[in-house]
């Protein structure tokens, strides 16, 4: 299932790329050219939908519906009733195998110093 949703994914996004760069801006006529905007409305001239624009709508709804439809998949169930989310993952207690382990101190015993004193030496006998 996965890799059919991916494999029109792709198609999708593909599609839509062509489509955007096909069609025309806003300023693309001649009075685009000089500045003008033709009309006075904020945005400029909003002519028809045409069939690139449609084409553009339904495509960017395909790969908006396709991508999530990827990243539920990618999760598994979804989070669904037998999943959870990724919060309840994480504060979720840590179940304990009834061993205790063994005590360790905190802080290292120090160590012995690295010089050890001489010994006394011993008197030599008398003669």
Known sequence: ?????????????????????????????????????????????????????????????????TSLSLSLLATGDGGGATGGGLLDKITAPVQQTGETPAATPAVPAPAAPATATPAPATPAPAK
Request: hydrophobic residues 60%.
């Open 1 to 65: 299932m996965i890799i059919l949703v991916t494999i029109v994914h792709v198609i999708m996004s593909l599609f839509l790329i062509g489509v955007v760069l096909l069609q025309s801006g806003k300023a693309a006529d001649l009075a685009g050219a000089f500045g003008g905007l033709g009309s006075q409305t904020v945005f400029g001239p909003r002519g028809s939908a045409t069939v690139l624009t449609r084409a553009t709508s339904i495509s960017a709804v395909l790969f908006m519906v």
